[in-house]
């Protein structure tokens, strides 16, 4: 199993003997939260742990059912009767976990994440910016596409920093975009997606007729005995307690994978996953991606599994040091960077909230240079008035440098030339940049060399 080292102190490349560090691979520097092994052959989820208990309550009913079952039927039928039943269940038994394994240490159809955001279409608030400054980009938060004739919205994600593509979701527990997005299973430890759906539901329902297997035959050897000592079921149940455990067992484990199995037999047949199912409820609205039974049936299990679009063990250059903003045209700006800069896809708190923040993007815009600041409000009174230029911000405490400047860290909603929407600001990326590092002031020197 690999895990993601921390990353290393700032130093010469070569490590002071001389030598190039190589390249890490793409597993080693994997922004999701699988887990890798075997040098980044398999890939699972953050929750492989649970498919060792999958494999144990597969295993351990199989191997009881050979040794005090199928064993004793190998006596009671001809010689390769009795074989082949024993041999039967241990030849499906490793079909079972084979698919199993195939379901979860394969690629599920993970999207590769954006190293930046895409490029914006089209600026927003144009009307109110000034001839000599370039207004802020905004990404739309949804888009419209047509799928076989109907409309289809797909949805920006901020932590992949990609649109999604039609039925791609994000998976909060991988915290990967999938393809196909069918359900994260905990029982086998990975997203089921594009490229593992047909092994999940092969698994699903060989292990329904293993359970049906080992139960049936379970009953045929109580019968072998009554017929044999001439006992009622009850006493010929009484001398094979191991018959009697496999046939609870299986009978309660059938009702789960049996049912699994019907739901996603109706899922294929209606060319649905089980995200849209609970989401959309195509029952009620027209669905785009139905071709009909047959059609639906040969999409899944007759064409061809696409190639993962990750290759994990390739070499990938390492990012330069030190933060580096993006600018497209004068900025950009997430479709949620107004609301908050925390990861808002996987429900975290975001890093700065609103009532926190305020005062401190206010400090922010008001010491940054005059191609921001609309110089018209220089006539305002009170917290109408734009701050001194000349004047230096300490942007790590968030307040002016200068105490003369305290009273007037507040720009204007109206008069502000940053892109903005009905009132409420939007972050550029060039202010982030700036708030992570020392305080700057307009010309360019930290609050501390003033």
């Keep these: 199993m690999y895990v993601v080292p921390p990353p290393q102190g700032s130093g010469s490349a070569d490590g002071g003997g001389g030598a190039v560090a190589m390249a890490p691979r793409t597993y080693q520097v994997w922004k999701g939260s699988n887990i890798f092994f075997l040098g980044g052959r398999f890939i699972f989820g953050p929750d492989v742990r649970s498919l060792a208990l999958t494999i144990f ?129 905990p029982w086998v430890g990975q997203c089921i997606g594009l490229r593992n759906y047909r092994f999940f539901f092969m698994f699903v329902f060989s292990t329904t007729v293993l359970c049906l297997y080992v139960f049936c035959f379970c009953w045929v050897y109580i019968k072998r005995i009554m017929d044999a000592e001439e006992k009622s079921i009850l006493k010929a149940m009484a001398k094979t307690p191991a018959s009697i455990a496999l046939i609870v067992y299986t009978f309660i484990s059938v009702w789960f994978v049996g049912g699994l199995t019907v739901f996603h037999f109706y899922l294929i047949s209606t060319n649905q996953t089980t995200y849209e199912n609970f ?20 999409e899944i299990f007759f064409t061809s599994i696409p190639p993962s679009k990750n290759t994990f063990r390739a070499r990938v250059p390492r990012e330069p040091s030190g933060l580096q903003a993006r600018s497209v045209g004068g900025g950009f700006v997430s479709p949620n960077m107004g609301k908050s800069v925390g990861d808002l896809e996987m429900g975290r708190k975001p890093v700065w909230a609103p009532e926190a923040g305020s005062g401190v993007v206010s400090d922010l815009e008001g010491g940054l240079s005059n191609d921001v600041l609309d ?34 860290g507040v720009i204007h909603p109206r008069r502000s030339s940053w892109g903005r929407k009905s009132g409420s600001w939007e972050i550029s990326p060039d202010v982030l940049a700036s708030a992570a590092g020392a305080g700057v002031t307009s010309g360019g020197k930290t609050a501390g060399s003033q």
Excluded: W
Aim: glycine share 8%.
């Design 375 to 408: 110089t018209k409000d220089s006539g305002l009174n009170g917290s109408d008035v734009s701050p001194d230029l000349s004047r230096s911000i300490d942007l790590s405490h968030g307040v002016p440098a200068d105490p003369a400047m305290s009273g007037s």
């Design 279 to 298: 989401r959309y409820r195509y029952d009620r609205r027209a669905n785009p991606y139905n071709r009909g039974v047959v059609e639906n049936f040969k």
């Design 57 to 185: 309550l597969i295993a351990a009913p199989v191997a009881v059912f050979c040794v005090f079952v199928a064993r004793k039927l190998m006596d009671d039928f001809s010689h390769h009767l009795g074989i082949s039943i024993m041999v039967v269940a241990v030849l499906f038994t490793v079909y079972d976990l084979a698919l199993l394994l195939l379901t979860s240490g394969r690629d599920p159809g993970i999207i590769p994440r954006n190293a930046h955001p895409p490029e914006p279409e089209s600026f927003e608030g144009s009307s109110e910016v000034g001839g000599g400054q370039t207004p802020q980009q905004r990404l739309p938060r949804m888009k419209d596409v047509i799928v076989n004739g109907i409309t289809v919205k797909i949805k920006y994600c901020d932590t992949c920093m990609l649109y999604r593509p039609p039925r791609c979701s994000h998976c909060s527990i991988c915290n990967n975009c999938v393809e196909r997005f069918d359900h994260h299973c």
